[in-house]
């Protein structure tokens, strides 16, 4: 089945540091990649979409390339704020299920 | 902004109660899933209806679960009887699902419902 892995957290951060959060993923076929953020209290967010192998999403400073060779799609940012801080889920959609999978989220943290 | 409209917020009932939270999709989508976050289990896939039919709702326990979309502005997940177990909190979603796959559908969250179960 589909599967999603992401890093463990919590990461915790200075302010204008650079963020890595990686994620991979196992599917069938070729699935459409997200990074959603949940910030406390609140439900998911989109933050970016990638549907083919070697699209880069972006979006708010955030970026994330699907690479298909070694199936990942990891979030990156140059330099983080303090508002980022929140949960990061990565998650796939197959061609089939046409439902969300999600990891199991790593939580941010960014310190002044 | 169109948003998910999901009641209530949060909810503290007794081991046995039936409990029935509702979700308002945004207009004009016509897939709504439901999905419940613990801290143990992260985000879990309940059931997920497209134009009103359920498609999967296999990540759903059958014997005190039930999922039901009356009309296409109305979504309910109702519980009976609520165990402590099924405290968690419990997200509505609705998307644009068109007849051919599209990677780009995107599925809009409502912000939850926070479920007690004492």
């Known amino acids: 089945g589909n599967s999603v892995t992401q890093m463990e957290g919590p990461v915790t951060l200075s302010e204008e540091a650079f963020l890595t959060i990686n994620c991979t993923y196992t599917a069938t076929g070729y699935p459409s990649l997200f990074w959603y953020v949940q910030y406390p209290g609140e439900g998911l967010q989109l933050l970016l979409k990638?549907?083919?192998?070697?699209d880069k999403g972006s979006n708010k400073g955030f970026e994330a390339t699907y690479r298909k060779e070694t199936t990942s799609f990891h979030l990156e940012k140059g330099s983080v704020q303090v508002s980022d801080s929140a949960v990061y889920f990565c998650?796939?959609?197959?061609?089939?299920?046409?439902?969300?999978?999600f990891g199991s989220g790593t939580r941010l943290q960014v310190q002044p | 902004d169109a948003r998910v409209t999901q009641t209530p917020r949060h909810k503290v009932t007794e081991m046995g109660q039936e409990v029935t939270m509702r979700c308002q999709p945004i207009?004009?989508?016509?897939?709504v899933f439901w999905y419940r976050q613990t801290m143990m289990q992260g985000l879990e896939l309940l059931a997920y209806?497209?134009?009103?039919?359920?498609?999967?709702d296999s990540g759903m326990p059958k014997d005190r679960f039930s999922a039901e979309m009356p009309d296409a502005t109305l979504a309910t997940l109702k519980i009976q009887p609520s165990e402590p177990r099924d405290s968690a909190v419990y997200f509505c979603?609705?998307?644009?699902?068109?007849?051919?796959?599209?990677?780009?559908?995107?599925?809009?969250f409502g912000a939850g419902s926070r479920l007690t179960v004492l």
């Open positions: 207009l004009g989508h016509n897939t």
């Open positions: 990638a549907t083919k192998a070697d």
């Open positions: 979603a609705s998307g644009l699902g068109t007849g051919g796959f599209s990677g780009a559908n995107v599925l809009t």
């Open positions: 209806f497209r134009n009103r039919a359920p498609l999967d």
């Open positions: 998650a796939l959609m197959d061609t089939g299920r046409r439902a969300l999978t």
